[in-house]
T-cell receptor, first 114, second 113 residues
Framework: GAGVSQSPSNKVTEKGKDVELRCDPI?????LYWYRQSLGQGLEFLIY????????KSGLPSDRFSAERTGGSVSTLTIQRTQQEDSAVYLC????????????FGEGSRLTVL | AQSVAQPEDQVNVAEGNPLTVKCTYS??????LFWYVQYPNRGLQFLLK??????LVKGSYGFEAEFNKSQTSFHLKKPSALVSDSALYFC???????????FGKGTRLHILP
C-alpha cells in the first residue's frame, strides 16, 4: 500500500496478557518511530529505528515494552503483562530520511486493557 | 534532552479571525521544528517545518509559523480561520545530533462559525 499500515486497528485484552502491535512502513523509508497517544498526554515518544543502527529505546516506559524491526521494514511493538495504564492509541510513523521531520503516520492501534 | 511545550490545551477562534497556536521549545543545539495536525478520526498529517533560513515558514492549508530563536518559540498562525481548521495541532522538535522527534501535548483548535 501507499501509506503506513498498522494492525490491529483495535485490540481489547485482559490485564496481564501480552499484546503485539504491527507496523508496516512505507516502502523505502529507513526511519521508523513508535509513539503512544493518551488523552491529555499528547504524543509520547517510545522508540526509533534507523536502518541497521541500534534503536533509540529511550522512550520505552518500562521493561514490559519492547520493539523490533526485521529486515529494515516491518516493526512489532510488544507489551508484556499489560496493565490498564497501557490503554492508549499506539502510532507508528515512517520517514524517508532520519530527522527531516516529515513523518508519515499510520492510523494507529487502539489498545484497551480491561 | 529536547522538549516542547504547548501552553494552551484549547483555543477558540471565530471564523474569519486570525488564529495563533503557541509552541515553545528547549534544545541544546539548533532545533528542527514542526507542526502536525490531526483531524477527527484521521491520522496525523505534516503541516510545515523549520530547518534553517527564513524565520517565517509557510505550509499546507494556508498555515504559517514563525521561528523566534530569542524567545524559543514556533507559533502556528493563519490570517483567516476556517471552520474546517478545527482539529488537534501538535508542535514537535528535533535537536541537532539526535534523530528522535519529540511532540508536545497538543492544542485543540475550535473555529466557531
Amino acid at each position: 500500500g501507499a501509506g503506513v499500515s498498522q494492525s490491529p486497528s483495535n485490540k481489547v485484552t485482559e490485564k496481564g496478557k501480552d499484546v503485539e502491535l504491527r507496523c508496516d512502513p512505507i516502502s523505502g523509508h529507513t526511519a521508523l518511530y513508535w509513539y503512544r497517544q493518551s488523552l491529555g498526554q499528547g504524543l509520547e515518544f517510545l522508540i526509533y529505528f534507523q536502518g541497521n543502527s541500534a534503536p533509540d529505546k529511550s522512550g520505552l516506559p518500562s521493561d514490559r515494552f519492547s520493539a523490533e524491526r526485521t529486515g529494515g521494514s516491518v516493526s512489532t511493538l510488544t507489551i508484556q503483562r499489560t496493565q490498564q495504564e497501557d490503554s492508549a492509541v499506539y502510532l507508528c510513523a515512517s520517514s524517508l530520511a532520519p530527522g527531516t521531520g516529515e513523518l508519515f503516520f499510520g492510523e494507529g492501534s487502539r489498545l484497551t486493557v480491561l | 534532552a529536547q522538549s516542547v511545550a504547548q501552553p494552551e490545551d484549547q483555543v477558540n477562534v471565530a471564523e474569519g479571525n486570525p488564529l495563533t497556536v503557541k509552541c515553545t521549545y528547549s534544545v541544546s543545539g539548533n532545533p528542527y521544528l514542526f507542526w502536525y495536525v490531526q483531524y477527527p478520526n484521521r491520522g496525523l498529517q505534516f503541516l510545515l517545518k523549520y530547518i534553517t533560513g527564513d524565520n517565517l515558514v509557510k505550509g499546507s492549508y494556508g498555515f504559517e509559523a514563525e521561528f523566534n530563536k530569542s524567545q524559543t518559540s514556533f507559533h502556528l498562525k493563519k490570517p483567516s480561520a476556517l471552520v474546517s481548521d478545527s482539529a488537534l495541532y501538535f508542535c514537535a522538535v528535533r535537536d541537532i545530533g539526535d534523530d528522535k522527534i519529540i511532540f508536545g501535548k497538543g492544542t485543540r483548535l475550535h473555529i466557531l462559525p
